[in-house]
T-cell receptor, first 120, second 110 residues
Framework: DAGVIQSPRHEVTEMGQEVTLRCKPI?????LFWYRQTMMRGLELLIY????????DSGMPEDRFSAKMPNASFSTLKIQPSEPRDSAVYFC??????????????????FGPGTRLTVL | RKEVEQDPGPFNVPEGATVAFNCTYS??????FFWYRQDCRKEPKLLMS???SGNEDGRFTAQLNRASQYISLLIRDSKLSDSATYLC???????????FGSGTRLQVQP
């Protein structure tokens, strides 16, 4: 069973360039989350989708960040223009929770391997 | 105040030792609780869910104290392979997203 797939695994870019991170959630999962992890701030939620609809984007740092989920099997996180302070590991996670069903097992989030972004 | 607080460590313990981590959360409406494990330069992975009555999985025991709003993780007979960062995670009622603590680093030494 394939887990969450992210690409690229590493990205090095120059300040001002556009960066697009990609995520394929686990098949059948209906929630998708984008996180950013840095040494200073730990793991921060950026945005999450439920059934392809953005539910909470309050963690998105600023207008330079945007996320889309055009279908149940694909999501992108775009940074335009990128800045050195955006350097971090970006994780995508998916969760199998179904609407109305609450249990620890359906709350569990499965993380992808992350994209390590360096903005020079 | 952070929503989930953990002692960052590191906890340096010899193989075979018992080690305990605590975590406190500020939102009394928190509903689900987890411990995740993160190895260096890897993604977080679920270690175990934490149930109200406490639960055990092999060498690992998790406890929840709702009155005091803290969660604990006990690791018995530590192995070298237990070396990792342990993340305390909570989900508040009405919120879909999880909130992660900054993690406690464990280093098990031979």
């Amino acid at each position: 069973d394939a887990g969450v797939i992210q690409s690229p695994r590493h990205e090095v870019t120059e300040m001002g360039q556009e960066v697009t991170l990609r995520c394929k959630p686990i098949s059948g999962h209906n929630s998708l989350f984008w996180y950013r992890q840095t040494m200073m701030r730990g793991l921060e939620l950026l945005i999450y989708f439920n059934n392809n609809v953005p539910i909470d984007d309050s963690g998105m740092p600023e207008d330079r960040f945007s996320a889309k989920m055009p279908n149940a099997s694909f999501s992108t996180l775009k940074i335009q223009p990128s800045e050195p302070r955006d350097s971090a590991v970006y994780f995508c996670a998916s969760s199998p929770r179904r609407s109305g069903l609450i249990s620890p097992s359906t709350d569990t989030q499965y993380f992808g391997p992350g994209t390590r972004l360096t903005v020079l | 105040r952070k929503e989930v607080e953990q002692d960052p460590g590191p906890f340096n313990v010899p193989e075979g030792a018992t080690v305990a981590f605590n975590c406190t959360y500020s939102n009394s409406a928190s509903q689900s609780f987890f411990w995740y494990r993160q190895d260096c330069r890897k993604e977080p992975k679920l270690l175990m869910s934490v149930y109200s009555s406490g639960n055990e999985d092999g060498r690992f025991t998790a406890q929840l104290n709702r009155a005091s709003q803290y969660i604990s993780l006990l690791i018995r007979d530590s192995k070298l392979s237990d070396s990792a960062t342990y993340l305390c995670v909570v989900r508040a009622t009405g919120r879909r997203a999880l909130t992660f603590g900054s993690g406690t680093r464990l280093q098990v030494q031979p």
